[in-house]
């Protein structure tokens, strides 16, 4: 009978894990109430809907803002620099090593160009929902400058749908490989976001 070694190493700091945990559940709240709002169509309710949509948008902003902030001035492996790994993905795509067994401490090399791509539609998501918030709800800090301006809006409902998919998409994506990498290689993975623990095999990894 075998058993694995693993060693054990304290990585994602409290903040890091709390904004992860804020912008999940804001993303989240925000899909379903979206979806939730288009089938409602122009019942009642769903003006009710589309204000708490507003709020969670909010929230979103906020976290994305603090997780920037803290990705500038948080421990190393909160850094903002901790994502930027272009060597890595291209040696991962040269060599075909996408779901190659992780072998340092951090976000995992490849994984990262996942990760800044989804803040980006995230950021870009946020930007627009602002904007269409003002125009359509006349609300929000851009309402100064785009307060019921109907002409302008389809120039933010187009991007702002089509990167809602996308986000979908890449959220699905970033489960898959959790669970990928945990029935693949034995590594306890998504438990880090909720401990701050992460678990790699020993170079002696198996011993009887």
Same mark, same amino acid.
């Given at each position: 009978?075998?058993?694995?070694?693993?060693?054990?190493?304290?990585?994602y700091?409290?903040?890091?894990?709390?904004?992860? =945990?804020?912008?999940a559940?804001?993303?989240?709240l +925000? $899909? #379903?109430? &979206?979806?939730?709002?288009?089938?409602l169509?122009? !019942?009642?309710?769903?003006?009710g809907l589309?204000?708490?949509?507003?709020?969670?948008?909010?929230?979103?902003?906020?976290g994305?803002?603090?997780?920037?902030?803290w990705?500038?001035?948080?421990?190393?492996?909160?850094?903002v620099?901790?994502?930027?790994?272009?060597?890595?993905?291209?040696?991962?795509?040269?060599?075909?090593a996408?779901?190659?067994?992780?072998?340092?401490?951090g976000?995992?090399?490849? =994984?990262?160009?996942?990760?800044?791509?989804?803040? +980006? $539609? #995230?950021? &870009?998501?946020?930007?627009?929902?602002?904007?269409? !918030?003002?125009?359509?709800?006349?609300?929000?800090?851009?309402?100064?400058?785009?307060?019921?301006?109907v002409?302008?809006s389809q120039?933010?409902?187009?991007?702002?749908?089509w990167?809602?998919?996308a986000?979908?998409?890449?959220?699905?994506?970033?489960?898959?490989?959790?669970?990928?990498?945990?029935?693949?290689?034995?590594?306890p993975?998504?438990?880090?976001?909720?401990?701050?623990?992460?678990?790699?095999k020993?170079p002696?990894?198996e011993a009887?």
């Open positions: 009978m075998t058993r694995l070694l693993l060693d054990r190493e304290k990585v700091d409290p903040v890091l894990r709390s904004l992860h =945990a804020w912008n559940l804001a993303i989240v +925000l $899909l #379903l109430g &979206g979806r939730i709002g288009e089938w169509g122009y !019942a009642p309710e769903a003006a589309w204000r708490l949509h507003v709020w969670a948008g909010y929230c979103l902003v906020f994305l803002v603090a997780r920037l902030t990705g500038m001035v948080g421990p190393a492996h909160a850094r620099g901790a994502l930027w790994q272009p060597r890595a993905w291209w040696r991962a795509l040269r060599y075909r996408l779901f190659a067994e992780p072998q340092g401490w976000h995992d090399a490849p =994984a990262t160009l996942g990760y800044l791509l989804l803040y +980006l $539609l #995230l950021f &870009g998501m946020a930007v627009t929902g602002l904007a269409l !918030a003002a125009i359509e709800q006349g609300r929000g800090p851009l309402y100064l400058w785009l307060g019921h301006d002409t302008l120039l933010f409902r187009v991007p702002h749908e990167m809602e998919p986000i979908l998409v890449l959220l699905v994506a970033h489960i898959a490989v959790l669970i990928l990498r945990e029935t693949r290689h034995g590594i993975t998504a438990q880090a976001m909720v401990s701050g623990f992460q678990y790699r020993k002696d990894a009887e």
